[in-house]
């Protein structure tokens, strides 16, 4: 037996964690990550890493971690440190460490603060007459395919659609410019993996550059033509923050834009195309919160407890520590596992069970200081989709299951065929 470490008497074996990995990112594991999810929970609350750090899985565990103030995000100092520095030397990862997700106090909360908050009561109100307008379109289109073909695909047709329709009319982007903005977050994110291939670094590195020229071009242009819109206040809030420093103030609007738009898209397009798939794969359960619409917000959150859009997410050791019993050192990491966590029996009681009623506890969202900031913005996009498509399609069925991207870290669904 290989060993990777001793957990509460437990030694485990570097290739059972392998191997779990493995069947995470196989086409398997991508359709059904239950059963991994519980095999990596049963090695321990906190689990070695094959290449150092460890895997948490406890749901109390896990909320410690992104709650607590002595686990910090893997920031450029911290890849600064590491011996094998050149890993983090890649641009698309360079470029995302920019920004809010991978900045520590005091630069996070100097940003964060600065964006206020930044989808508020009054401004999802504003948001919501269009929205709603994004929605019965993009469901007119659903419905010409599905009378046209007798099937669809709801992802390409509405899931994907939604969210860049929203961030985009909000940021006033041409709406021309959706696909391309689609297809290189597709692309970028590879570098975001937990080990990414030196193809995948590649592909990321191309969509990069695309996604740096576009919103560096977008700010630009901004700053020529302004109007009445959330990027033109912030053109003039960041040159007012830096009066004598113009390109200060730009990289400042770039990381801001570009964060704030492809981090609205893939992971909102999945919780849509999720909560569609959980809900009329069983007609009996959309038939249910059809007549029952005030636990909309309930199923919300049980498909993001059931299926979180990402995996998992990553910290490291402010200082030396204990972590459920296990000693861990400064700059150890440790990766957050969403699904394991949700799926937690002790905090979710049958958690295998698709249960809208549940009223139970997950931590799709994050937690502490980097809490998603999307999150109402996201919830409000789910409720109104589900609330039009369980009235105009009370007969919506798959006719397969999803189809995934061979990920392990931000899940994506590519395709839900669809009819009635």
Request: charged letters at 25%; hydrophobic letters at 40%.
């Amino acid at each position: 037996m290989t060993a990777v470490g001793d957990i509460r008497g437990k030694i485990t074996d570097r290739r059972a964690v392998i191997s779990l990995l493995r069947r995470l990112r196989s086409g398997e594991g991508q359709a059904n990550p239950l059963p991994v999810w519980d095999e990596l929970r049963a090695l321990g609350e906190v689990v070695p890493a094959p290449w150092g750090g460890y895997f948490v899985t406890g749901f109390d565990t896990c909320s410690q971690i992104l709650r607590g103030r002595d686990w910090l995000v893997p920031d450029f100092a911290w890849q600064e440190r590491r011996s094998h520095a050149a890993r983090w030397q890649d641009p698309a990862t360079r470029e995302m460490t920019r920004t809010l997700s991978r900045l520590n106090p005091p630069e996070h909360t100097f940003r964060r603060r600065a964006l206020g908050n930044l989808f508020d009561r009054g401004t999802l109100d504003a948001m919501r007459p269009r929205i709603e307008d994004h929605v019965t379109r993009l469901l007119d289109r659903l419905d010409s395919a599905l009378r046209t073909h007798g099937e669809a695909d709801f992802v390409t047709t509405v899931g994907d659609q939604l969210p860049i329709h929203t961030v985009g009319q909000w940021l006033a982007i041409p709406a021309e410019h959706y696909p391309h903005i689609l297809d290189f977050t597709h692309r970028q994110i590879h570098a975001q993996e937990l080990i990414p291939t030196r193809r995948e670094l590649a592909v990321s590195a191309q969509a990069t550059l695309e996604m740096k020229d576009y919103f560096t071009g977008l700010v630009a242009h901004r700053r020529a033509h302004p109007g009445d819109d959330v990027l033109t206040g912030w053109i003039r809030y960041w040159d007012a923050q830096y009066p004598d420093d113009r390109a200060a103030a730009d990289q400042m609007l770039y990381d801001l834009t570009m964060f704030l738009t492809i981090a609205s898209l893939e992971t909102t397009a999945t919780l849509l195309t999720n909560a569609v798939w959980f809900l009329t794969q069983d007609p009996a359960r959309a038939d249910w919160l059809r007549r029952h619409p005030e636990h909309m917000d309930d199923a919300i959150d049980e498909a993001l407890r059931y299926d979180p859009p990402i995996h998992l997410n990553s910290r490291f050791a402010a200082d030396d520590t204990v972590l459920a019993g296990v000693p861990v050192t400064k700059d150890t990491t440790v990766h957050v596992l969403y699904g394991a966590a949700n799926h937690d029996p002790r905090r979710n009681p049958e958690p295998h069970v698709f249960d809208i009623r549940r009223k139970g506890g997950h931590l799709t969202f994050g937690g502490g200081a980097h809490y998603c900031l999307g999150t109402a913005l996201a919830r409000l996009e789910a409720r109104l989709l589900l609330t039009q498509l369980l009235e105009r399609f009370p007969t919506l069925r798959p006719t397969a299951g999803p189809a995934y991207a061979n990920r392990m870290v931000f899940r994506r669904i590519t395709s839900l065929k669809v009819t009635t």
